[in-house]
């Protein structure tokens, strides 16, 4: 059975940093695209950034440009995300997600499988 179990949301001041890790189990995930969601009370679910599995090519979105940075290290099946400048807006859920394949997507609707969540809030 496959899991995806997301760690490392926290309460965090403006400016600051945290780091998410995302484990994977059930199955290696080396060669699929792994991504990360984030949903705030009200809103839609939101591309944060994503890594494919065949060419290991990171996207962004435009609200996280320059400040993330996502990484995965296979030896250990894991997903990590570097969140530095932290802002307000930042405040949601993060959710790990997994394709079934290599190919980038910034689709949520194109990941097969969900983590779910690790809170992250940032105080002004």
């Known amino acids: 059975q496959v899991q995806l179990v997301e760690s490392g949301g926290a309460l965090v001041q403006a400016g600051g940093s945290l780091r998410l890790s995302c484990a994977a189990s059930?199955?290696?995930?080396?060669?699929?695209?792994m991504g990360w969601f984030r949903q705030a009370p009200g809103k839609d679910r939101e591309f944060v950034a994503q890594?494919?599995?065949?060419?290991?090519?990171?996207l962004y979105g435009d609200p996280v440009k320059g400040r993330f940075t996502i990484s995965r290290d296979n030896t250990q099946n894991t997903l990590h995300l570097q969140m530095n400048s932290l802002k307000p807006d930042d405040t949601a859920m993060y959710y790990c997600?997994?394709?079934?394949?290599?190919?980038?997507?910034?689709?949520?609707?194109?990941?097969?499988?969900w983590g779910r969540g690790t809170q992250v809030t940032v105080s002004s």
């Open positions: 997600a997994a394709r079934a394949t290599g190919w980038s997507s910034v689709i949520s609707n194109n990941y097969d499988y």
């Open positions: 059930g199955r290696a995930f080396s060669g699929n695209t």
């Open positions: 890594i494919s599995g065949l060419s290991n090519t990171t």
